[in-house]
């Protein structure tokens, strides 16, 4: 929603008299009315999107924000967490619960941490400190895998759901090891009617059921048609060894990374027998269908994301459809239904081009990208534009583009072209596939200028950036008029 | 032993030491740079896998590689060099042959890694350095860094929170120009013995420093089929690589020197 359409904040003294009448803490009050100011003069001053500062400035003046008004919400909270596709799966959850019947509040523009946490909540609430329309609806949150153990005692959520757990931004987060112990103490703070949804074919996930005193659904995939190739020099699998004995696993099949049907030969610990399933009947470059198969039946489901990854997405959000007691319908129609978040596999119609912007942000997800890209011949030979950042939310290690398998892409584009910040990196990388690049330029907009003049009417080109690329690449959209600014668009 | 240089296409075998567990910060970079930069010479790189539990024969092998791994990986590595190749090990550093450990590999090179709690980790004593965390409240070296590297530069990034020192004989593969090295303190990254090099530098390493790549090409194809291997060694065009280099040197505020030197590669 737009900040425009929010009322003007009330005088405090107005603010306090409310809140009294109400009966809610003050405090909370005035947090919300500061909170709120601070975006409207974030926004009028130009200076970001305005989705963290509220939240920061309210945090400051009431310490239990979050947990105040998160507990208002008549169907709890959905919190997504994992290290890729939590934008696009809190994206397909909302869809599924609202084709259920249910309001639903996100925090859709990909602002993750506490702070952004707390915007969305207080955006939600009055300054009574109460949950608009009586708090009837559920909150369905994407929240940072490394914030989530610090916040999500305070959501108390309804449902946990974890998507995967893979190698990102090490320099930020630690090693993989230290984030999966964390997930695990902070889930033994959780009340026993919180339900976890939980992959079954990545193992680190998997274990994260293991001992749980509440309800643990499982989701996942029983085939595909597509499988990982193995004879890559060193295979980027972050959890090779088993969660609970240390011996490492075996795979059969793996479907890519460490995601598969895994087993501890050593201990025989193996992948939990998931309750809903996707049989994938096809995982392409513009859509994918599978068989949805849940406790309340099969359905065939088709949802227009690419790649086997974004059947994981929509087989995680179908689960926690399931948790929420969604009908199965509900979920179908959901899924259908979807529409890419904001620089996830989103399409933009540029002057009868179409530009498809494809986030990747660690290895996995790249390969998972690149895979569905080469993997699509139907269209031929792709024009294919790199985006390499390394700021803080990058990740500034750009190491991980040597883990990824870029060999795939060898001759599978037509246009080439490298740029952001690391863009002599990225074009090092593609000159060790043997694809060099056309173009090469660290300037964003003008790495985008080189690729759309090669581009022709009625043309696909294809944009793989990092997270804060995509945010630059997408404000040049947006300057040329191609793209919506992101914080205007409707709240789907 | 190896055949006649004359007769066959030139071959050289690297020896990549628990690619199952030391697979950290972009490892697989440096392998992929030592193969095409020998494949672009008609120079074969043959990569074999050396695992827990498998015997390292030091006449199998032209060059080694250790890279870094998650801590309870580093354990049971640490385990199985000090029980089952260690004195393999020893035998091929003794004998020249070219060994390149990065961080958690730098680490097990040297003699003990003293973790902030628990017990002391042994390495193997080859490098005369030795790795102390100094616990939770001191900041990890994480960043990027440039190193002054004999008359030219080596380009990297670095994360790890334990500090590297060296005995009063070793040698320090580079002095710091921007960035932490060992330990923060003296200006010193990585540490060189015959030739074995330890560094915490990864990014991937070797792709944006292809005069250390040609280096240990270089000393492999010598120790392999003598001195007139050197022509083997015909130079590339590296004008990607020296743009990755000097775009990370500028933005660290270090001039680039090895202009001149590049050429004569």
């Known amino acids: 929603m737009s900040s425009e359409n929010l009322p003007p904040p009330p005088s405090m003294a107005a603010a306090a008299r409310t809140a009294r009448r109400a009966g809610a803490p003050p405090r909370t009050a005035l947090a919300i009315v ?10 009028r001053l130009g200076i970001s999107g305005g989705t963290s500062l509220p939240g920061l400035v309210a945090q400051y003046a ?97 449902v946990v759901l974890v998507t995967n757990l893979f190698r990102d931004q090490l320099d930020r987060y ?45 989701y996942g995939v029983e085939q595909t048609p597509t499988h990982a190739d193995s004879d890559s020099v060193a ?42 399933r996707a049989q994938v009947i096809s995982a392409g470059l513009d859509a994918s269908r599978f068989l949805l198969e849940t406790p309340q039946g099969a359905a065939e489901v088709s949802v227009g994301l690419p790649g086997l990854y974004n059947v994981y997405n929509a087989l995680a959000a179908a689960t926690a459809g399931v948790a929420m007691a969604a009908p199965l319908d509900a ?23 179409k530009i498809r912007i494809l986030l990747a942000k660690n290895p996995t997800g790249l390969n998972e990208v690149l895979r569905a890209l080469s993997s699509d011949h139907a269209a031929g030979k792709k024009r294919l534009l790199m985006l390499l950042n390394d700021r803080a939310a990058d990740g500034e290690d750009v ?80 300057r040329r008029g191609y793209a919506p600014r992101y914080w205007e668009q409707e709240d789907a | 032993m190896p055949e006649s240089s004359d007769t ?49 024969r030091p006449d199998d092998y032209d060059l080694l590689f250790i890279g870094g791994g998650q801590d309870k990986e580093q354990d049971e590595v640490a385990r199985d060099l000090r029980e089952v190749k260690a004195s393999a090990l020893r035998e091929a550093v003794e004998s020249d042959m070219p060994v390149l450990g990065v961080c958690g590999g730098y680490q097990l090179l040297a003699k003990f890694y003293r973790p902030a709690e628990g017990p002391e980790l042994e390495g193997i004593g080859i490098l005369d350095a030795w790795t102390i965390h100094k616990g939770k409240a001191v900041a990890r070296c994480i960043g990027n860094v440039a190193l002054q590297w004999g008359e030219q ?47 915490y530098l990864h990014g991937s390493l070797l792709p944006k420093n292809p005069h250390l790549a040609d280096h240990l090409i270089r000393l492999a194809l010598r120790r392999r089929y003598g001195a007139d291997a050197d022509r083997y060694m015909t130079p590339l065009d590296d004008t990607r690589e020296w743009q990755a280099h000097d775009a990370m040197l500028r933005r660290l505020g270090v001039t680039p020197r090895h202009e001149a030197a590049a050429v004569s590669l």
Not at chain 1, 34 to 43: D, I, K, P, Q, T
Not at chain 1, 125 to 150: I, K, N, T
Not at chain 2, 19 to 45: E, S
């Open chain 1, 174 to 218: 630690g090693e993989v090891d230290t984030v999966a112990e964390r997930w695990r103490a902070s889930l033994r703070t959780l009340p026993a009617t919180t339900i976890l949804a939980l992959n079954a074919d990545d193992p680190a996930v998997a274990a994260l059921g293991d001992g749980y005193a509440g309800t643990t659904l499982y």
């Open chain 1, 235 to 276: 295979q980027v699998i972050d959890t090779r060894t088993c969660p609970r004995c240390r011996t490492p696993l075996t795979f059969a099949p793996r479907f890519y990374s460490h995601i598969g049907h895994w087993a501890c030969p050593g201990c025989g610990y193996s992948r939990p027998t998931p309750q809903v």
């Open chain 1, 399 to 478: 190491s991980w583009i040597w883990d990824a398998d870029f060999e795939q892409l060898a001759g599978a584009t037509s246009y080439l072209g490298a740029g952001g910040m690391r863009a002599y990196d990225l074009a090092l990388r593609l000159k060790y596939i043997g694809d060099e690049p056309q173009d090469v330029e660290p300037e964003i907009g003008v790495a985008l200028a080189r690729a759309l003049e090669k581009t022709p009417s009625g043309e696909t080109l294809y944009i793989i950036p990092t997270y804060t690329a995509m945010l630059a690449v997408r404000s040049e959209l947006e």
């Open chain 1, 34 to 43: 500061l909170g709120r100011a601070s975006g409207g003069l974030a926004r």
């Open chain 2, 8 to 56: 066959l296409t030139p071959e050289l075998r690297i020896g990549h030491l628990y690619p199952d567990q030391l697979n950290m910060y972009g490892d697989r970079g440096n392998i992929i740079t030592l193969r095409q930069r020998c494949a672009w010479r008609g120079v074969t790189l043959r990569h074999i896998t050396l695992d827990l539990g498998e015997t390292l």
């Open chain 2, 153 to 199: 530069t080596l380009v990297g990034f670095e994360n790890h929170g334990g500090r590297t020192y060296l005995g009063a004989g070793a040698q320090p593969l580079g002095r710091v120009l921007a960035g932490h090295g060992n330990n923060s303190e003296d200006h010193q990254e990585g540490c060189v013995y015959r030739n074995t090099y330890g560094t």
């Open chain 1, 331 to 353: 979920i179908v129609t959901g899924l259908a239904r979807f529409t890419p978040a904001f620089g996830r596999a989103e399409e933009i119609v540029a002057d009868g081009r």
């Open chain 1, 62 to 158: 009431d310490p239990q924000l979050i947990r105040r008004l998160a507990a208002q919400a008549q169907h709890g909270c959905v919190v997504v967490t994992g290290t890729n596709g939590k934008t696009t799966t809190s994206g397909l959850v909302a869809y599924t619960l609202r084709a259920a019947g249910l309001r639903i509040w996100r925090n859709r523009e990909g602002s993750n941490l506490a702070r952004g946490i707390a915007t969305t909540l207080l955006r939600r609430a009055g300054a009574s400190g109460r949950l608009a329309d009586g708090g009837d609806g559920a909150f369905v949150l994407e929240v940072d895998e490394a914030a989530f153990a610090r916040i999500a005692t305070d959501l108390q959520p309804r």
